[in-house]
């Protein structure tokens, strides 16, 4: 069974950065497509960025040039680095892997089989 373990989350200024880091154990990391997701209070879970098993990207624009997904496969980790982060980036952030799917789309959540516990993000202003 895979296993999904974020952390790297906490309160920071608008303004300022944090990495977010999720570790999986239990399956063959370098085969996975992994994402970022957030949901903030009210609202439904949103796609935030996508790194395929091969190292292509993708991100929402509201981060475009602000996060960067990027991933270690000798240490079974994607990271999201976030820099200038607003208060609109307020949310709990969840990491979701599935074996690659190079004919499917990173950005919808229904095509992930693993999720981690999420991890909370709060940008003050």
């Known amino acids: 069974q895979v296993q999904l373990v974020e952390s790297g989350g906490g309160l920071v200024q608008t303004g300022g950065s944090l990495r977010l880091s999720c570790a999986a154990s239990?399956?063959?990391?370098?085969?996975?497509?992994m994402g970022w997701f957030r949901q903030a209070p009210g609202k439904e879970r949103e796609f935030v960025a996508g790194i395929r098993w091969i190292g292509s990207t993708y991100y929402i624009d509201s981060v475009k040039g602000r996060f960067t997904i990027s991933r270690e496969n000798d240490k079974s980790t994607v990271y999201l680095q976030m820099n200038s982060l607003k208060p609109e980036d307020t949310a709990v952030y969840y990491c979701?892997?599935?074996?690659?799917?190079?004919?499917?789309?990173?950005?919808?959540?229904?095509?992930?089989?693993?999720w981690g516990q999420g991890t909370q993000v709060t940008v003050s202003s």
């Open positions: 979701a892997g599935r074996g690659a799917r190079p004919d499917y789309v990173l950005y919808n959540a229904g095509g992930y089989a693993y």
């Open positions: 239990g399956g063959t990391f370098s085969s996975y497509d």
